[in-house]
Nanobody, 116 residues
Framework: QVQLVESGGGLVQPGGSLRLSCAASGSIFGIIVRGWYRQAPGNQRELVASITNSGSTNYADSVKDRFTISRDNAKNTVDLQMNNLESGDAAVFFC??????????WGQGTQVTVSS
């Protein structure tokens, strides 16, 4: 079992920045990909960014050049640095992890609000 705990959400003005962090614990040895998803009201959950064990990253087109995903293997954390936030970025952000068995794990989510 893997536990994921997000932190760092909150209220930010348009153009501002936030950094989300996801701490993993438990049986993390089998995890091969970690990422961040988001879900806005009325919308489906969508991938924001992901990072593999080898460090390969993938971003949604809407966040490229604004968001950066990174990982600290020593701390078992994955961070999402979000810059130049827009109102359309507001959502609940979920940390996720996928094991080599294809099993997926999810955090409980953290709210990001972008408003002046």
């Amino acid at each position: 079992q893997v536990q994921l705990v997000e932190s760092g959400g909150g209220l930010v003005q348009p153009g501002g920045s936030l950094r989300l962090s996801c701490a993993a614990s438990g049986s993390i040895f089998g995890i091969i990909v970690r990422g961040w998803y988001r879900q806005a009201p009325g919308n489906q959950r969508e991938l924001v960014a992901s990072i593999t064990n080898s460090g390969s990253t993938n971003y949604a087109d809407s966040v490229k050049d604004r968001f950066t995903i990174s990982r600290d293997n020593a701390k078992n954390t994955v961070d999402l640095q979000m810059n130049n936030l827009e109102s359309g970025d507001a959502a609940v952000f979920f940390c996720a992890a996928r094991a080599f068995t294809a099993r997926e794990y999810w955090g409980q989510g953290t709210q990001v609000t972008v408003s002046s």
